[in-house]
Protein backbone atom coordinates (compact mmCIF):
# COMPACT_ATOMS: atom_id res chain seq x y z
CA UNK A 1 0.00 0.00 0.00
CA UNK A 2 1.52 3.20 -1.27
CA UNK A 3 2.12 5.36 1.90
CA UNK A 4 0.44 9.44 1.47
CA UNK A 5 2.31 12.45 2.45
CA UNK A 6 0.83 12.78 5.83
CA UNK A 7 1.13 9.03 6.61
CA UNK A 8 5.06 9.42 6.13
CA UNK A 9 4.99 12.92 7.93
CA UNK A 10 3.26 10.97 10.36
CA UNK A 11 5.64 7.87 10.99
CA UNK A 12 8.54 10.39 10.46
CA UNK A 13 7.04 12.40 13.42
CA UNK A 14 6.48 9.25 15.63
CA UNK A 15 10.15 8.07 14.39
CA UNK A 16 11.60 11.26 15.44
CA UNK A 17 9.86 11.43 19.24
CA UNK A 18 10.27 8.05 20.12
CA UNK A 19 13.96 8.65 19.34
CA UNK A 20 13.92 11.26 21.82
CA UNK A 21 12.20 9.69 24.12
CA UNK A 22 14.62 6.62 23.70
CA UNK A 23 18.01 9.16 24.08
CA UNK A 24 16.42 10.88 27.24
CA UNK A 25 15.77 7.32 28.86
CA UNK A 26 18.87 5.73 27.84
CA UNK A 27 21.43 8.84 28.32
CA UNK A 28 21.28 8.91 32.16
CA UNK A 29 22.12 5.05 32.62
CA UNK A 30 25.13 5.61 30.00
CA UNK A 31 26.07 8.39 31.52
CA UNK A 32 26.10 6.17 35.20
CA UNK A 33 28.21 3.50 33.12
CA UNK A 34 30.81 6.01 31.86
CA UNK A 35 31.53 8.03 34.59
CA UNK A 36 32.15 4.87 36.90
CA UNK A 37 35.24 3.95 34.52
CA UNK A 38 36.80 7.45 34.14
CA UNK A 39 40.08 8.26 35.71
CA UNK A 40 40.09 10.73 38.49
CA UNK A 41 42.59 13.23 36.97
CA UNK A 42 40.61 13.25 33.61
CA UNK A 43 36.93 13.44 35.63
CA UNK A 44 38.39 16.28 37.76
CA UNK A 45 39.90 17.73 34.56
CA UNK A 46 37.01 17.96 32.66
CA UNK A 47 35.08 19.08 35.61
CA UNK A 48 32.51 16.19 35.85
CA UNK A 49 31.17 16.35 31.89
CA UNK A 50 32.41 13.04 30.14
CA UNK A 51 30.72 11.92 27.36
CA UNK A 52 33.34 9.03 26.39
CA UNK A 53 36.75 9.13 28.56
CA UNK A 54 39.80 9.11 27.00
CA UNK A 55 41.42 7.01 30.24
CA UNK A 56 39.22 3.97 31.42
CA UNK A 57 40.16 2.90 34.94
CA UNK A 58 38.40 0.40 37.59
CA UNK A 59 39.87 2.31 40.33
CA UNK A 60 36.49 3.25 41.63
CA UNK A 61 35.52 -0.20 41.80
CA UNK A 62 38.39 -1.79 43.41
CA UNK A 63 38.49 0.82 46.21
CA UNK A 64 34.24 0.46 46.63
CA UNK A 65 35.29 -3.46 46.73
CA UNK A 66 38.05 -3.26 49.17
CA UNK A 67 35.39 -1.49 51.64
CA UNK A 68 34.38 -3.67 54.32
CA UNK A 69 31.25 -1.61 54.50
CA UNK A 70 30.58 -2.16 50.52
CA UNK A 71 31.49 -5.29 50.98
CA UNK A 72 29.46 -6.58 53.87
CA UNK A 73 25.90 -4.76 52.42
CA UNK A 74 26.39 -6.74 49.26
CA UNK A 75 26.27 -9.83 51.02
CA UNK A 76 23.88 -8.99 53.12
CA UNK A 77 21.48 -7.96 50.04
CA UNK A 78 22.86 -11.09 48.45
CA UNK A 79 21.44 -12.74 51.11
CA UNK A 80 18.08 -10.86 51.55
CA UNK A 81 17.65 -11.56 47.68
CA UNK A 82 18.44 -15.57 47.98
CA UNK A 83 16.40 -16.30 51.25
CA UNK A 84 13.95 -13.94 50.75
CA UNK A 85 12.82 -14.81 47.27
CA UNK A 86 13.46 -18.34 48.33
CA UNK A 87 11.11 -18.10 51.22
CA UNK A 88 8.57 -16.09 50.07
CA UNK A 89 8.00 -17.94 46.88
CA UNK A 90 7.54 -21.22 49.36
CA UNK A 91 5.20 -19.37 51.31
CA UNK A 92 3.43 -18.10 48.07
CA UNK A 93 2.98 -21.19 46.28
CA UNK A 94 1.69 -23.36 49.11
CA UNK A 95 -0.81 -20.64 50.07
CA UNK A 96 -2.25 -19.97 46.23
CA UNK A 97 -2.04 -23.86 46.00
CA UNK A 98 -4.37 -24.79 49.47
CA UNK A 99 -6.53 -21.98 48.58
CA UNK A 100 -6.84 -23.81 44.67
CA UNK A 101 -8.21 -26.64 46.33
CA UNK A 102 -12.12 -26.50 46.80
CA UNK A 103 -11.65 -29.53 49.28
CA UNK A 104 -10.07 -26.70 52.00
CA UNK A 105 -12.39 -25.41 54.77
CA UNK A 106 -12.81 -21.92 55.03
CA UNK A 107 -11.34 -21.12 51.87
CA UNK A 108 -13.35 -18.21 51.34
CA UNK A 109 -12.85 -16.85 54.71
CA UNK A 110 -9.40 -16.79 53.82
CA UNK A 111 -9.64 -15.25 50.75
CA UNK A 112 -11.21 -12.60 52.34
CA UNK A 113 -8.89 -11.60 54.97
CA UNK A 114 -6.46 -12.14 51.84
CA UNK A 115 -7.97 -9.70 49.60
CA UNK A 116 -8.80 -6.85 52.91
CA UNK A 117 -4.92 -6.96 53.26
CA UNK A 118 -4.49 -5.78 49.69
CA UNK A 119 -7.38 -3.08 49.94
CA UNK A 120 -6.46 -1.63 53.05
CA UNK A 121 -3.11 -1.09 54.20
CA UNK A 122 -2.00 -1.11 57.81
CA UNK A 123 0.38 1.78 57.33
CA UNK A 124 4.03 2.28 58.89
CA UNK A 125 3.59 2.32 63.15
CA UNK A 126 1.67 -1.63 63.42
CA UNK A 127 3.91 -3.24 61.35
CA UNK A 128 6.82 -1.40 63.52
CA UNK A 129 5.04 -2.64 66.70
CA UNK A 130 4.72 -6.38 65.76
CA UNK A 131 8.88 -6.46 64.42
CA UNK A 132 9.37 -4.62 67.59
CA UNK A 133 7.91 -6.96 69.80
CA UNK A 134 9.19 -9.78 68.08
CA UNK A 135 12.61 -9.11 69.09
CA UNK A 136 13.65 -8.32 65.41
CA UNK A 137 14.82 -4.75 65.52
CA UNK A 138 18.23 -4.81 64.30
CA UNK A 139 17.74 -8.18 62.41
CA UNK A 140 18.14 -9.01 58.85
CA UNK A 141 14.63 -11.30 59.53
CA UNK A 142 13.08 -8.11 60.11
CA UNK A 143 13.71 -6.89 56.40
CA UNK A 144 12.16 -10.46 55.39
CA UNK A 145 9.45 -11.76 57.50
CA UNK A 146 7.24 -8.89 57.28
CA UNK A 147 6.80 -8.94 53.97
CA UNK A 148 7.32 -12.62 53.28
CA UNK A 149 4.37 -12.46 50.49
CA UNK A 150 1.86 -10.60 49.15
CA UNK A 151 -1.96 -10.67 48.77
CA UNK A 152 -1.72 -9.96 45.21
CA UNK A 153 0.54 -12.52 44.15
CA UNK A 154 -1.46 -14.86 46.46
CA UNK A 155 -4.69 -14.06 44.36
CA UNK A 156 -2.70 -14.28 40.81
CA UNK A 157 -0.83 -17.73 41.65
CA UNK A 158 -4.06 -19.01 42.87
CA UNK A 159 -6.07 -18.42 39.36
CA UNK A 160 -3.02 -20.36 37.67
CA UNK A 161 -3.46 -23.35 39.84
CA UNK A 162 -6.72 -23.67 39.50
CA UNK A 163 -6.00 -23.90 35.96
CA UNK A 164 -3.77 -27.12 37.02
CA UNK A 165 -6.40 -30.45 36.00
CA UNK A 166 -7.51 -32.45 39.83
CA UNK A 167 -6.55 -35.20 37.42
CA UNK A 168 -2.82 -35.19 38.07
CA UNK A 169 -3.34 -35.30 41.91
CA UNK A 170 -5.52 -38.30 41.25
CA UNK A 171 -2.63 -39.81 39.66
CA UNK A 172 -0.37 -38.68 42.23
CA UNK A 173 -2.45 -40.11 45.16
CA UNK A 174 -3.01 -43.44 42.89
CA UNK A 175 0.88 -43.87 43.03
CA UNK A 176 1.31 -43.40 46.61
CA UNK A 177 1.78 -39.41 46.84
CA UNK A 178 0.51 -37.47 50.15
CA UNK A 179 -0.48 -33.87 49.43
CA UNK A 180 3.23 -32.99 50.22
CA UNK A 181 4.70 -35.18 47.89
CA UNK A 182 1.50 -33.87 45.21
CA UNK A 183 2.80 -30.44 45.80
CA UNK A 184 6.52 -30.68 45.71
CA UNK A 185 6.85 -33.66 42.78
CA UNK A 186 3.54 -32.73 40.57
CA UNK A 187 2.57 -29.28 41.27
CA UNK A 188 5.88 -27.34 41.55
CA UNK A 189 7.55 -28.92 38.30
CA UNK A 190 4.71 -27.30 36.22
CA UNK A 191 4.48 -24.38 38.07
CA UNK A 192 8.24 -23.07 36.97
CA UNK A 193 6.74 -20.36 34.55
CA UNK A 194 4.97 -19.06 37.02
CA UNK A 195 7.40 -19.62 39.83
CA UNK A 196 9.94 -17.72 37.71
CA UNK A 197 7.84 -14.78 37.13
CA UNK A 198 6.90 -13.79 40.70
CA UNK A 199 10.79 -14.97 41.88
CA UNK A 200 11.90 -12.23 40.26
CA UNK A 201 9.57 -9.66 41.29
CA UNK A 202 10.74 -11.14 44.93
CA UNK A 203 13.93 -10.79 43.69
CA UNK A 204 13.77 -7.44 42.57
CA UNK A 205 12.09 -6.46 45.64
CA UNK A 206 14.53 -7.61 48.39
CA UNK A 207 17.33 -6.29 46.45
CA UNK A 208 15.95 -3.05 46.33
CA UNK A 209 15.41 -2.97 49.90
CA UNK A 210 15.75 0.54 51.94
CA UNK A 211 12.91 1.61 53.58
CA UNK A 212 12.39 -1.10 55.77
CA UNK A 213 16.06 -1.18 56.88
CA UNK A 214 15.82 2.28 58.23
CA UNK A 215 13.24 1.52 60.08
CA UNK A 216 14.25 -1.96 61.32
CA UNK A 217 18.03 -1.78 61.22
CA UNK A 218 19.38 0.51 63.07
CA UNK A 219 23.02 -0.82 63.49
CA UNK A 220 25.17 0.44 59.62
CA UNK A 221 27.17 -2.35 60.10
CA UNK A 222 23.71 -4.71 58.96
CA UNK A 223 22.57 -2.14 56.25
CA UNK A 224 22.15 -3.58 52.60
CA UNK A 225 23.27 -1.95 49.72
CA UNK A 226 20.76 0.09 48.52
CA UNK A 227 20.32 1.99 52.01
CA UNK A 228 24.51 2.32 52.05
CA UNK A 229 24.10 3.81 48.50
CA UNK A 230 21.23 6.17 49.14
CA UNK A 231 23.50 7.50 52.07
CA UNK A 232 26.15 8.03 49.66
CA UNK A 233 24.21 9.59 46.66
CA UNK A 234 21.63 11.81 49.08
CA UNK A 235 24.46 12.24 52.05
CA UNK A 236 27.20 12.98 49.46
CA UNK A 237 29.44 10.09 51.44
CA UNK A 238 31.14 7.66 49.95
CA UNK A 239 31.11 4.90 52.41
CA UNK A 240 29.41 5.29 56.04
CA UNK A 241 30.42 9.08 56.78
CA UNK A 242 31.64 11.99 55.76
CA UNK A 243 34.82 11.69 57.66
CA UNK A 244 35.74 8.70 55.29
CA UNK A 245 34.87 10.71 52.14
CA UNK A 246 37.64 13.28 53.17
CA UNK A 247 39.77 10.73 54.13
CA UNK A 248 39.48 8.88 50.96
CA UNK A 249 39.64 12.13 48.65
CA UNK A 250 43.53 13.03 50.55
CA UNK A 251 44.63 9.46 50.50
CA UNK A 252 42.69 7.60 47.02
CA UNK A 253 42.31 10.88 44.95
CA UNK A 254 39.31 9.17 44.06
CA UNK A 255 36.34 11.78 42.83
CA UNK A 256 33.20 10.97 45.10
CA UNK A 257 31.11 11.32 42.16
CA UNK A 258 32.98 8.73 40.12
CA UNK A 259 32.76 6.60 43.68
CA UNK A 260 29.05 6.71 43.62
CA UNK A 261 27.96 5.99 39.99
CA UNK A 262 30.27 2.51 40.14
CA UNK A 263 28.24 1.87 43.00
CA UNK A 264 24.85 2.61 41.36
CA UNK A 265 26.43 0.10 38.77
CA UNK A 266 27.02 -2.66 40.73
CA UNK A 267 23.76 -2.36 42.89
CA UNK A 268 22.03 -2.52 39.77
CA UNK A 269 24.20 -4.90 37.89
CA UNK A 270 22.82 -8.38 39.58
CA UNK A 271 19.31 -7.87 38.14
CA UNK A 272 19.99 -7.16 34.68
CA UNK A 273 22.41 -9.95 34.63
CA UNK A 274 19.76 -11.99 35.93
CA UNK A 275 16.83 -10.66 33.85
CA UNK A 276 17.90 -12.54 30.08
CA UNK A 277 17.93 -16.31 31.89
CA UNK A 278 13.93 -15.89 33.59
CA UNK A 279 12.93 -13.62 30.53
CA UNK A 280 11.42 -16.75 28.82
CA UNK A 281 9.88 -17.73 31.92
CA UNK A 282 8.90 -14.48 32.79
CA UNK A 283 6.88 -13.85 29.46
CA UNK A 284 4.76 -17.00 30.18
CA UNK A 285 4.31 -16.57 33.89
CA UNK A 286 3.40 -13.31 33.63
CA UNK A 287 -0.09 -14.80 31.10
CA UNK A 288 -0.50 -17.94 32.92
CA UNK A 289 -3.85 -18.21 34.75
CA UNK A 290 -5.09 -15.20 32.56
CA UNK A 291 -7.13 -16.79 30.42
CA UNK A 292 -9.33 -20.11 31.84
CA UNK A 293 -11.47 -21.99 29.55
Not at 108 to 118: F, N
Not at 157 to 182: Q, R, T, V
Not at 212 to 227: C, M, S, V
Not at 253 to 263: D, E, N
Amino acid sequence: MKESMGDRLFNGFNLTLLTLVCIVTVFPLYYVFIVSFTSPAEYLQKQGFVLFPEHWTLRSYEYLLSTNSFKDASLISIFLAVAGTFFSLLVTAALSYGLSRKRLQGRKAIQLLILITILFSPGIIPPYLLVRDLGLINSTWSLILPVLTSGWYVILMKSFFDSIPNELEEAGMIDGCNDMGIFFRVILPLSLPALAAFGLFYAVSYWNTFFNAILYINDHTKWPLQLVLRNMLIESSTTMGGSAAMEMMSEEQIPAQTLKMAAVVIATLPILVVYPFLQKHFDKGVMLGSVKG
